[in-house]
């Protein structure tokens, strides 16, 4: 009897502890985004690898998955999102070892972003599906699809 009642508390703590999220709920957005497509003044970009932008409390992880076999390169920054139709990205943090914008901090390249400002893009989420919309520092209107993958 006491192994089943261990086994009963062992479970229910596992299922209480399995459903929490780092700082609470952050919504629809908790988990991680494939990006589907980029496009620059309406001409598509090509993505080599695996695309990915992963949210969880008010810090969000953009990689580049490169080859076969897993490597991949990796950025960090800041997300907000003030209202339904905008989002906020931020690579222009840094540490006691890096510059703004350089390492772990830059603005995915890849995708075309920057870590010179704050990115305010024009945020559309349709269930599993979001776009982003964004005028680019040198005018280019950016247009990213993403889809949630988890």
């Not at 596992?14 to 629809?28: A, E, F, T």
């Not at 003044?41 to 076999?69: C, H, K, M, P, W």
């Not at 024009?122 to 520092?137: K, L, Q, R």
Request: proline content about 2%; aromatic content about 12%.
């Amino acid at each position: 009897m006491k192994h089943s009642l261990l086994y009963i508390v062992a479970f229910a703590t596992l299922m209480i502890c399995g459903g929490c999220q780092n700082d609470g709920n952050i919504g629809d957005l908790f988990g991680t985004w494939r990006v589907d497509s980029y496009e620059r003044d309406g001409a598509q970009v090509e993505i080599r690898g695996g695309a990915t932008f992963s949210f969880q409390s008010s810090v969000v992880n953009a990689v580049l998955t490169v080859d076969n076999y897993g490597t991949n390169w990796s950025r960090f920054g800041s997300w907000e999102q003030p209202d339904d139709k905008t989002m906020r990205l931020d690579f222009t943090h840094h540490d006691d070892n890096t510059a703004v914008g350089t390492g772990i901090y830059a603005a995915p390249e890849w995708l075309g972003m920057t870590s010179a400002e704050v990115m305010t893009m024009d945020c559309s989420i349709n269930g599993d599906e979001m776009t982003w919309t964004w005028t680019a520092p040198d005018g280019a209107m950016c247009v990213y699809k993403l889809h949630k993958t988890w």
